[in-house]
């Protein structure tokens, strides 16, 4: 097999610039997570910013507050969970079309 210098850089750059259009898309993509059966709802991005929180009023109950922060940490933790997913889904789109090189490895 001949080692192809040229080819290899110019797919890296190809690989690179579908990283970055990746990175765009992503934070412009919404992932949910929620946690008390739906009571407490996290909206994230792709980048793992959250947007918003929604707390239904029947469980605000200022004499067991940590409840409902428990339910917001789920809540958080799942939407975060979902984002990762998302986000190694597109990233396996993005070096799909890299060589297997042995030892090589993107960390994505």
């Known amino acids: 097999m001949k080692f192809d210098m040229q080819s290899i850089l110019e797919q890296a750059q190809k690989m690179q610039s ?28 792709g980048e793992n910013k959250v947007v918003s ?26 939407a ?6 998302m986000i190694a889904q597109e990233m396996n789109k993005a070096s799909g079309f890299m060589p297997n090189i042995p030892g090589l490895n993107f960390n994505l």
């Open 18 to 45: 579908v990283l970055e259009n990746s990175k765009k898309e992503l934070a412009l993509k919404r992932v949910e997570g929620e946690s008390g059966g739906g009571m407490v709802k996290v909206v994230m991005t």
């Open 53 to 78: 929180i929604k707390i239904a009023k029947e469980i605000v109950n200022p004499d067991d507050v940590e409840m409902l922060e428990d339910l917001v940490v789920a809540a958080v933790n799942k």
């Open 80 to 85: 975060s969970e979902n984002a990762a997913q």
